[in-house]
């Protein structure tokens, strides 16, 4: 004998049902909040460093890196100008030097000249007098003797001033390369590293865009698939306020209020199946979606974690230390500035060089005054000789004093020119520091630091939008990966979830143990077709046509005559 059904015992089982229908409701809603706030934050993040790597291939960095190298090369070669300037300033040194002992006998020669005036003035007017004859003793050579002296003494204070200028000159670039004796060399190799690793940081970046782009894509189909995944809450949601109201349609028809008592063991076999069916398939269809979901929100969050990985190429090296970016910046603002000041101190050296050439030309002037001054001297001392002739014995010490002159003229002269070639091998020398200024491109600074300011425009640039985004990452990737976890940790539950549907489903099928007869009496037909309507899922209809084949069939053979009287009606 069959147990009667307890319609409070059904009634039951279908309020139960609500708790966990609400539960699962309110977690997949959470849920999906998470999902709509991380995935829309990855899918930023993903798309903004992707384009990345792009930036960093871009024409302008290109550019940039080229005008970086122009400065890095005008370091090179002004290194080489400063070390070959070194040791011509050197030479120029010992070249002028060299000049001050043709100079020194220079002067002796014009100060034996004035003695040797002042004898012969002394001397012939002990023997002529104050005869007008005899001038050329008395006034002529004194005149020219005083006349060298002056302008040897203007010829040696010039040198002094060069000798001072030039090694005021060599003193100041001993001290500035005292202070800055590897800057250039240094300063060329260190930028030369730091585009080397700008390079390598942009090749990093170029091989791991392929990757990002994988995970970005993969990242849209996870996305996907989750959503699709969560979709099973909704679709669970539904099916099982179906099954309470067929849990309670089974407890109308237990408590007597639907059919008559010869089809009630029928009916709630029937009903009791279908129910019982349709939620363990709820379950299986609920636990594994749940599974899939949880993975793909777990996938999502290491998604979020390689993209933060990926972040590490646009970066130092992880101690604090700057982009290779933010380092080559400051490089090039250091480059700039000592590149400036080395070219301020060949501009120096420029202005010694043409100090040296004025200063020689000047003194060229005063050898051609020493050389008009011999050429007179000559004519006296031919004048004196003539009037020593006259005076016959009586003139032969005056006649020693001209030879004297002659003779410290001719010296005059060998001594000052003597010096000029020296003067004038330094003048050449002097020279050659500004052809090699116009050869190393000496003076064109401003030009080089219009690139540099150039290259350090692009550059700002470039590392604003690195900073921009890593700081986004910063900021946002930890938020994302918090939210895809707790997402991920909120589907952990509803496996519990499915166990109880599936206990429930367990309890359903034992309430009854009427086997459902293979004809259904034509009340339980009817309510099975009025469930049937309700269904709004494919899956519950395959289910129910699957245990009811024939009530299906004479369900819709009923319902055909009102769909064709509708017809007709339209």
Known sequence: MTMPV????????????????????????AVGTRLTEGATLLNTLSKLFEALPEALQG?????????????????NRLADTFAQEKAELARLIDVVAAASSP??????????????????????????????????????????????????????????QLTAEVDR???????????????????????????????????????????????????????????????????????????EAGLSTLASVADGDLLEDAERPAAIAALAALQQTQLTDIAAAFAQEVEQAEQDLKALASDAATIMARSRDFEGDGKGQASAIAGLSAQLRAAVTILRDFEAERAKLEIVARAVQDTVHV??????????????????????????????PRGASLTVIAMQLRE???????AAEAAMQQLNQSSSLAGAFG????????????????????????????????????ARLNADGPKVIALLDA?????????????????????????????????????????????????????????????????NAHAETETEPDMDLDAFML
């Open 59 to 75: 024409t302008e960095v290109e550019e940039a890196l080229s005008h970086l190298g122009a400065v890095a090369e005008r370091a």
């Open 6 to 29: 307890a319609a409070e015992a059904v009634a039951r089982l279908a309020t139960d049902l609500a708790r966990p229908r609400q539960d699962i409701e309110t977690a997949f809603v």
């Open 408 to 414: 410290l003229t001719t010296e005059t002269v060998v």
């Open 169 to 243: 000159a060599a003193t100041q670039r001993a001290r500035f390369e005292s202070a800055h004796a590897d800057t250039l060399s240094g300063l060329a190799v260190s930028l030369a590293e730091t585009i080397g690793a700008l390079d390598r940081q942009r090749s990093t970046a170029a091989a791991g865009s392929a990757e990002t782009g994988r995970v970005s894509r993969q990242i849209v189909g996870r996305i996907g698939s989750a959503v699709m995944s969560l979709q099973v809450g909704d679709a669970t949601r539904q099916r099982l306020e179906h099954v």
């Open 435 to 470: 052809a090699a200024a116009e050869q190393t491109g000496a003076g064109r600074i401003s030009e080089l630091e219009q690139q540099a300011n150039l290259a350090l425009d692009i550059l700002a640039g470039l590392d604003q939008r690195l900073a921009s985004a890593l």
């Open 487 to 551: 997402a991920a940790s909120g589907m952990a539950g509803q496996s519990e979830l499915a166990e109880t549907l599936d206990d429930t489903a367990l309890t359903i099928a034992g309430l009854t143990s009427e086997p459902v007869p293979d004809i259904l009496p034509p009340g339980t037909t009817g309510i099975l077709g009025q469930l049937r309507q309700s269904y709004t899922m494919e899956a519950e209809r395959m289910i129910h046509d699957r245990l009811f084949p024939h009530g």
């Open 103 to 160: 100079i020194a006998s220079l002067r002796r020669a014009v100060k034996m000249m004035g003695i040797v005036s002042v004898n012969a003035r002394v001397t012939a007017a002990g023997i002529v007098g104050d005869s007008d004859d005899f001038d050329v003793f008395t006034t002529d050579i004194a005149t020219l003797s005083d006349s060298a002296s002056r302008t040897i003494q203007e010829f040696a204070q010039i040198y002094r």
């Open 363 to 392: 003194l060229l002037d005063h050898v051609g005054a020493v050389q008009d001054i011999e050429a007179n001297m000559r004519l006296v001392s031919l004048n004196a000789a003539v009037r020593c002739a006259q005076l016959g």
